[in-house]
């Protein structure tokens, strides 16, 4: 702006002035100090027409602005004069004066602050103070200009918010005689009351406390996208209906301005505490379905790991399940009337706080089938009581345990449907629990064995049900007692026992024995920690797919069996032993051993047992913390199979490696129920020099087991047999089976084990070459025949032995051997 110098003289006529004149004067002169700039180097002489005399205005020379005191284009303090170009404004706050902040400068006034007139282009704070706009004159906060006032505003004079600007005040507004123009944001914490004013709305105007007009001019034209007003319990009052009808509330609110950042950090900023909006930007809607994973139905985005989420009661309750995949959320706030359902499957994580009102629910569904535990897993504090569901066949036994805070034995329905029902618990004994004990509080990690009968051919299902407050947090107990002790996941996700994060487990052994369904029974599953990889389970579920780390996830509301070392002894979970599944990478063994791994299942046809034998350098002969003892099952159509160290039966054996050139170990079975029953045996873990071969006993039966295979035998008499079956382990020596150098050369010699017999067949073009020899080695390389074959077809009578003999041909310049059988 170029500066210009005026000079004014006007002659007065008249002896005196009416009250009109003096007013008229005095405008004339604010608009002339307002909207020019003078120069001080004469007077400046005014003159009326009526009066003849002489009115000198000094003024001072301000600068390039249309106000008196003008900002610098900094960051400072009201009070500093470093933060003004030319003269300084009162650091009391009354500008009699007025005031222009310019674009790029960002002040603060600390204390009360009340101009003539203000034109804010920059960034202009009131801290510790209230803005009292009671001075002649207009007040602008032009477009791209941020005022942020801590305490309140009144307001007499008109303000204009311009479109693009922001104006906040934490506390309350109040205006009297005045207009209020909204063409940008305006946000205001506390009340806001209007009185003979008017209110021009066309931006966006959001109060937090309430709102009361009390008579002159409304215009807010878009409705509940203009207006908003979040207390609804506030007691607003309009001095006409119409207004009733032109706000919106907090829903509309964060449903309207979704995509609006700018204005939802504000408000988050400044409106923490109404109605929770704390940032719960995130709205379910609901508009399509039930289905969290459709974007529809949050307005066009789904949240985030980021995300604030607030569900509010509407016609579609939303629903999580196993295909939403994990659900990550920041704070999750369920309000009144509303219901979130974790469907079977489903995984939910909330990285902040849990907040489910007191008419809200929170369900938690579960079944017994594969995949159908829902987990959820909170790291922030939980407001609120959850619905717990499980359904689960009757006619089985279960290991259970509860999920919420201050459970009692009500939560699994002892004594329900008949006296048949049983719910015992361990202490001291075993103890069953009825009707009466509902209000009976259970210990810390207490587990359940429960059992449900039927009342009716058609009653195949018990559905459980019970709420409470979700467990978070360390939980411990002590076991009194150095037996197999139940203990029960506390929380509603999965915990992992092959890591020891979250874990405080010193004194106890590294197994644990759970039970899961197998074909058509629920059989113990052992699970050793400290066992080597591809070793650490004895058994593995119906799905087919042997997954160490999967089965290393205790199930939420699932109780399974700990053993102390020692009585008083002390375990300890607290919040990062949970997961939702398989968390990849970022499971780490509590082993780095490697073994040789030979796992074994019996199957009956109706269910199956299985048992491991591994040879590690980390291992011994006696027990030690890799080897798990056999928790027996008592259902009698359980195939069960296990080995013996001394007199500890074993699910999971660890042995020192395999040195010597022949080892046996016998295997034992315990069958109850006749028929036939197949062994199968899983190599994919096996990497030693060891052949491996099972023998039968009863049937003299000698089979090469070492590249997987299956074996079936007959139970004719059920009992427990240790004196049947025995695993042969033998290292050939390389130099009795050569690598041939022509493979293709290797087919013109066959040797073939028949009975106690060799079969050995050369073709005759080979055997023009010369005679072939024939020799028999033990297999610990000692040879025990040789003969001469002058024939196509030579036959060798093996020892009388149930072993494994080398049979190596040597025809010309051809050499092939084979591993064969002794047995007749």
């Known amino acids: 702006m170029k500066q210009v110098t005026l000079f004014f003289r006007i002659k007065l006529q008249t002896d005196t002035l009416n009250n009109n004149d003096k007013n008229m004067f005095k405008r004339f002169v604010l608009i002339l100090k307002n909207d020019f700039v003078f120069n001080t180097k004469g007077m400046k002489k005014i003159y009326t027409k009526k009066l003849g005399f002489l009115l000198v205005l000094s003024m001072l020379a301000i600068g390039e602005s249309a106000g008196q005191f003008v900002s610098n284009s900094i960051e400072g303090n009201y009070e500093d004069a470093s933060s003004w170009n030319g003269n300084q404004p009162p650091v009391t706050g009354i500008t009699s004066q007025t005031m222009t902040i310019v674009s790029g400068a960002v002040i603060t006034r600390t204390g009360d602050f009340n101009p003539a007139r203000v034109t804010i282009n920059g960034r202009f704070t009131v801290n510790n103070g209230n803005c009292i706009l009671a001075q002649w ?51 205001v914490k506390g009340d806001f009351t209007i009185t003979n004013g008017a209110l021009s709305n066309t931006g966006k105007l959001i109060i937090g406390g309430t709102f009361k007009f009390q008579g002159g001019g409304f ?160 790291y922030g504090q939980i407001t609120g009581d959850a619905n717990v569901k499980l359904t689960l066949p009757k006619e089985k036994w279960y290991y259970l345990g509860s999920a919420i805070r201050d459970a009692t034995f009500g939560n699994f329905s002892p004594g329900a449907q008949g006296s048949g029902t049983l719910v015992n618990v361990y202490r001291d004994r075993w103890y069953s629990t009825f009707t009466q004990h509902y209000e009976t509080a259970m210990r810390k990690l207490e587990g359940v064995a429960v059992f449900y009968h039927k009342t009716s051919e058609s009653d195949h299902l018990m559905e ?24 029960a996941n506390p929380y509603p996700s999965f915990i992992n026992w092959l890591d020891d994060t979250g874990w405080e487990r010193e004194h106890f052994e590294s197994t644990i024995w759970y039970r899961t369904r197998i074909g058509e029974s629920m059989t113990y599953i052992t699970f050793n920690r400290s066992a080597v990889p591809g070793a650490r389970v004895s058994l593995f579920s119906d799905s087919g797919e042997y997954n160490e780390e999967e089965m290393s996830l205790i199930p939420p509301k699932q109780s399974f069996y700990v053993r102390p070392i020692g009585s008083n002894r002390t375990i300890t979970v607290n919040n990062q032993a949970r997961v939702h599944g398989l968390p990849e990478s970022q499971l780490k063994s509590s082993n780095n051993a490697y073994g040789d791994v030979i796992r074994i299942t019996a199957n009956n046809g109706l269910t199956r047992d299985g048992a491991v034998i591994y040879f590690s350098r980390s291992a011994s002969e006696g027990i030690d913390e890799g080897d798990s003892e056999k ?85 004719s008499e059920p009992g427990e047999r240790d004196d049947r079956f025995v695993l042969h382990f033998y290292m050939v020596s390389t130099d009795l089976e050569p690598e041939m150098e022509d493979p293709s050369a290797a087919a013109s010699i066959r040797i073939n084990g ?43 009578v093996l020892p009388r032995t149930s072993a494994i003999f080398i049979v190596r041909v040597t025809a010309g310049d051809v050499v092939k051997s084979e591993r064969v059988v002794g047995v007749r």
């Open 219 to 378: 215009q807010s034209p878009n409705g509940n996208s203009n207006l908003y007003l979040l207390d609804p319990d506030a007691d607003h009052e309009y001095a006409y209906s119409p207004i009733a009808n032109k706000y919106g509330d907090i829903d509309d609110f964060l449903e309207n301005e979704s995509g609006n950042e700018d204005l939802l950090a504000i408000a988050e900023k400044v409106l923490p505490d109404v109605v929770n909006i704390g940032g719960y930007r995130f709205l379910w809607v609901g508009s399509i379905d039930v289905n969290w994973a459709d974007t529809r139905n949050w307005g066009g985005s789904l949240p985030d790991i980021q995300s604030n989420v607030r569900i509010k009661p509407s016609g579609n309750n939303p629903e999580i399940s196993f295909y939403s995949g994990v659900i990550e959320v920041n704070n999750l706030l369920i309000e009144n009337g509303a219901v979130l359902t974790l469907k079977p499957g489903a995984r939910l994580t909330v990285n902040g706080n849990l907040i489910i009102q007191d008419d809200a629910e929170l369900v938690l569904e579960n079944s017994y089938e594969e995949g159908g535990m829902a987990s959820l897993i909170t």
């Open 464 to 487: 459980l049900s019970y709420m409470g407050e979700l467990n978070s947090g360390e939980i411990s107990r002590t076991f009194v007692e150095n037996r197999f002790q139940l203990m």
């Open 754 to 796: 028949v009975a106690g017999k060799v079969l050995v067949s050369i073709d005759s073009q080979l055997l023009q070459m010369g005679e072939a020899n024939i020799e028999v080695f033990s297999i610990e390389g000692q040879k025990v025949s040789e003969t001469l074959a002058r024939s196509s077809r030579t036959l060798v």
């Open 631 to 715: 928790y027996r099952n008592n259902d009698e159509r359980v195939p069960e199979i296990f080995t013996r160290t001394g007199e500890t039966e074993l699910a999971i054996n660890g042995l020192p490696e395999l040195n010597q050139p022949v080892r046996t170990i016998p295997l034992i079975v315990r069958n109850r129920v006749p028929g036939d029953v197949s062994l199968t045996f899983d190599m994919s873990y096996y990497y030693g020099m060891h052949s491996v071969y099972l023998e039968d006993r009863d049937t003299g039966a000698f089979i090469h087991v070492t590249a997987g295979g299956e074996y079936v035998y007959t139970v």
């Open 137 to 187: 004159g207009g007040h602008v906060i032009e477009n791209g200009a941020y005022v942020e006032i801590f305490g309140n505003l009144t307001a007499s004079q008109s303000l204009n918010v311009k479109e693009g600007a922001t104006l906040i005040v934490h506390g309350n507004v109040n205006v009297t005689g005045a207009g209020i123009f909204i063409n940008g944001n305006m946000v």
